[in-house]
């Protein structure tokens, strides 16, 4: 028998014994980051937002979904007794909540122990107005929907992209002007859920929080916007989009996407600019990484892009 012979029939019995590399295998997908998206109590339209927000983080394809609906305004103590948000089965909380009065007791020990253990937490537009009498609550949220003499006030330098810290009592609280499309300006340009992000895009018709209040510590600002006083503004670059540390885990607040009860359309939900920060948000709070993609459509520095969620091409 040749040697040609032999080494033919060495290779077709080696072969079968070798791992098999193939394409699909080497790109594994990662596993689906969990969501608990928290509602119930809003003086926005939170089943909108609800719908709207989840859609945005199922159709990107990096997320799974679940949502715990509180007990409404008139809910019994049983009602509340019974509602227990499953925390520790997910990895980030999606805050679409705002109600004056805390949750109870042990459902706020759950929430800060999920955070500290190194959860995520990410609030949207009105979620931060919520616990004015919660102090770690507001250390988390660092600026709130408060009077002038609940806490300090923060503004942000369009040169340096410095903090300007207004002192408690000192100007205007909390407000907003008229809903109105506005130039979103990204301050961290390195951050994983900046990074890549135009410095400028325009935000579709919103509301843009100005003057909030609260001790505004360990804050870093990812992003601001010109409150323009033509549209009842301050005159000040505003904090749009900002993270705390709790723990081991983070805490990030945007105060894009209002949606008012009987509101016709859905221009900050399905801004593809806001869906973008809410995807990335969620997904760097969970995992303290970002791949999600920059969706193709992504607003212009003039000009905005609205599209449904099912409808935005994350690339995938």
Same mark, same amino acid.
């Given at each position: 028998?040749?040697?040609?012979?032999?080494?033919?029939?060495?290779?077709?019995?080696?072969?079968?014994?070798?791992?098999?590399?193939?394409?699909?295998?080497?790109?594994?997908?990662?596993?689906?980051?969990?969501?608990?998206?928290?509602?119930?109590?809003?003086?926005?339209?939170?089943?909108?937002?609800?719908?709207?927000?989840?859609?945005?983080?199922?159709?990107?394809?990096?997320?799974?979904?679940?949502?715990?609906?509180?007990?409404?305004?008139?809910?019994?103590?049983?009602?509340?007794?019974?509602?227990?948000?499953?925390?520790?089965?997910?990895?980030?909380?999606?805050?679409?909540?705002?109600?004056?009065?805390?949750?109870?007791?042990?459902?706020?020990?759950?929430?800060?122990?999920?955070?500290?253990?190194?959860?995520?937490?990410?609030?949207?537009?009105?979620?931060?107005?919520?616990?004015?009498?919660?102090?770690?609550?507001?250390?988390?949220?660092?600026?709130?929907?408060?009077?002038?003499?609940?806490?300090?006030?923060?503004?942000?330098?369009?040169?340096?992209?410095?903090?300007?810290?207004?002192?408690?009592?000192?100007?205007?609280?909390?407000?907003?002007?008229?809903?109105?499309?506005?130039?979103?300006?990204?301050?961290?340009?390195?951050?994983?859920?900046?990074?890549?992000?135009?410095?400028?895009?325009?935000?579709?018709?919103?509301?843009?929080? &100005?003057?909030?209040?609260?001790?505004?510590?360990?804050?870093?600002?990812?992003?601001?916007?010109?409150?323009?006083?033509?549209?009842?503004?301050?005159?000040?670059?505003?904090?749009?989009?900002?993270?705390?540390? &709790?723990?081991?885990?983070?805490?990030?607040?945007?105060?894009?996407?209002? &949606?008012?009860?009987?509101?016709?359309?859905?221009?900050?939900? &399905?801004?593809?600019?806001?869906?973008?920060?809410?995807?990335?948000?969620?997904?760097?709070?969970?995992?303290?990484?970002?791949?999600?993609?920059?969706?193709?459509?992504?607003?212009?520095?003039?000009?905005?892009?609205?599209?449904?969620?099912?409808?935005?091409?994350?690339?995938?």
């Amino acid at each position: 028998m040749s040697q040609r012979v032999l080494l033919i029939g060495l290779i077709l019995l080696v072969l079968p014994l070798l791992p098999v590399f193939t394409q699909d295998t080497a790109q594994t997908p990662a596993a689906k980051v969990r969501v608990l998206i928290i509602d119930g109590q809003n003086n926005h339209d939170w089943k909108a937002t609800t719908a709207a927000t989840k859609a945005t983080l199922e159709h990107c394809g990096r997320f799974v979904v679940t949502v715990s609906t509180s007990p409404g305004k008139k809910a019994t103590a049983e009602q509340w007794a019974a509602w227990r948000p499953e925390f520790g089965k997910h990895q980030v909380v999606l805050c679409n909540y705002n109600a004056p009065n805390k949750w109870p007791e042990p459902v706020c020990k759950a929430f800060l122990a999920f955070i500290a253990a190194g959860g995520g937490c990410v609030n949207v537009h009105a979620a931060n107005n919520a616990f004015r009498n919660w102090k770690t609550w507001n250390d988390l949220i660092g600026l709130g929907w408060r009077r002038p003499n609940f806490g300090d006030r923060i503004t942000v330098n369009d040169k340096t992209g410095g903090l300007n810290r207004i002192l408690k009592g000192v100007g205007r609280g909390a407000g907003h002007g008229r809903r109105h499309e506005f130039l979103v300006t990204v301050r961290e340009k390195d951050h994983p859920i900046m990074k890549g992000i135009p410095t400028w895009w325009m935000h579709a018709k919103d509301e843009l929080y &100005h003057g909030q209040r609260g001790p505004g510590e360990n804050m870093t600002v990812l992003s601001s916007a010109w409150s323009d006083p033509k549209s009842g503004g301050t005159g000040a670059h505003e904090p749009i989009t900002w993270v705390i540390p &709790h723990g081991k885990g983070h805490v990030v607040t945007t105060v894009l996407g209002h &949606h008012g009860r009987g509101q016709k359309g859905h221009d900050a939900l &399905h801004c593809v600019g806001f869906q973008t920060i809410l995807a990335r948000a969620c997904e760097w709070a969970a995992t303290g990484k970002v791949t999600t993609a920059i969706p193709k459509g992504f607003p212009k520095d003039k000009k905005t892009s609205i599209v449904k969620p099912g409808d935005v091409n994350w690339g995938t």
